[in-house]
T-cell receptor, first 114, second 114 residues
């Protein structure tokens, strides 16, 4: 069964550094998402992406964040200047149709900012 | 915007008992209600979902009911087993922005004791 994959599984970075989290969505899916989960808390929506542009973003997704689909398979989340409070698990998800379709999550990248 | 409330936050049952988790949502236009199971350190995994045109859906020991008038939906697990122990999240889509934003509840930590 196809799955969403993410790399790296764990990223440690120093405050102020840039990080890029990578995702490979399920191949026939057209909608892509990033979510964040701070340890022990709920899953929070960051951004959705369709047809090479952002379709929706949350208040968390400020100017420090950006997303890109650099080729036909990868979907990336970049944080330009990381802060301590960016430490969280970041999940990529994809779906075949828009939000009322099943969203399948990747295994996540644990980002630790020191 | 959409607000999703989930109760209880923790639930402890004996193996073989039933477990019920309840969620309420605020946006009457929401039309899709998924449930995710998250084991410790793992990705959220879609276990069942329901659309607004039906009142109940069942898949083996798991069922979901939807009351659109009251704007609440519930997850029912019968004959619970230790491997059902996990955190369960409900979610609903934000209608504005093309339904592309899933809002998650705060989660219910279910413990099934042998």
């Amino acid at each position: 069964e196809p799955e969403v994959t993410q790399t790296p599984s764990h990223q440690v970075t120093q405050m102020g550094q840039e990080v890029i989290l990578r995702c490979v969505p399920i191949s026939n899916h057209l909608y892509f998402y990033w979510y964040r989960q701070i340890l022990g808390q709920k899953v929070e929506f960051l951004v959705s992406f369709y047809n090479n542009e952002i379709s929706e973003k949350s208040e968390i997704f400020d100017d420090q964040f950006s997303v890109e689909r650099p080729d036909g398979s990868n979907f990336t989340l970049k944080i330009r200047s990381t802060k301590l409070e960016d430490s969280a698990m970041y999940f990529c998800a994809s779906s075949e149709v828009a939000g009322s379709g099943e969203q399948y999550f990747g295994p996540g990248t644990r980002l630790t900012v020191t | 915007g959409e607000n999703v409330e989930q109760h209880p936050s923790t639930l402890s049952v004996q193996e073989g008992d039933s477990a019920v988790i309840k969620c309420t949502y605020s946006d009457s236009a929401s039309n899709y209600f998924p449930w995710y199971k998250q084991e410790l350190g793992k990705r959220p995994q879609l276990i069942i979902d329901i659309r607004s045109n039906v009142g109940e859906k069942k898949d083996q020991r798991i069922a979901v009911t939807l009351n659109k008038t009251a704007k609440h939906f519930s997850l029912h697990i019968t004959e619970t087993q230790p491997e059902d122990s996990a955190v369960y999240f409900c979610a609903a889509p934000l209608v504005s922005g093309g339904y592309n934003k899933l809002i998650f509840g705060a989660g219910t930590r279910l413990a099934v004791h042998p």
